[in-house]
């Protein structure tokens, strides 16, 4: 079982930044993971990945502005977020397994955190 918690939402307006943060009980450096959003009304939607080996990847709109990370020494994952836009509220989610395909299909991870709610005002 592993667990994850997210932190490092909040407010901002456009154009501002966040970095969220993902503390995993299990040795990151095992696992591919992952941060997903959820927006009102709307399905979960890979944001960016990262497998056990560092390897990237990002949904199309946010490539150029954020950027996934990991510090195995803290076990824990990172997502840097610049020039955020108001379509970037959501609930973010971090994920994590023993291995999913290097994609952002949510469907492949076992393990997930509670949230934390991001919200860019215009």
């Known amino acids: 079982q592993v667990q994850l918690v997210e932190s490092g939402g909040g407010s901002v307006q456009a154009g501002g930044s966040l970095r969220l943060s993902c503390r995993t009980s299990?040795?990151?450096?095992?696992?591919?993971m992952g941060w997903f959003r959820q927006a009102p009304g709307k399905e979960r939607e890979g944001v960016a990945a990262i497998d056990n080996v560092g390897a990237t990847i990002y949904t199309d709109s946010v490539k150029g502005r954020f950027t996934i990370s990991k510090d195995n020494a803290k076990n824990t994952l990172f997502l840097q977020m610049n020039g955020l836009r108001p379509e970037d509220s959501a609930k973010y989610y971090c994920?994590?397994?023993?291995?999913?395909?290097?994609?952002?299909?949510?469907?492949?991870?076992?393990?997930w955190g509670q949230g934390t709610q991001v919200t860019v005002s215009s």
């Open positions: 299990g040795i990151i450096g095992s696992l591919h």
């Open positions: 994920a994590a397994d023993f291995y999913v395909p290097h994609n952002l299909a949510s469907e492949h991870y076992t393990y």
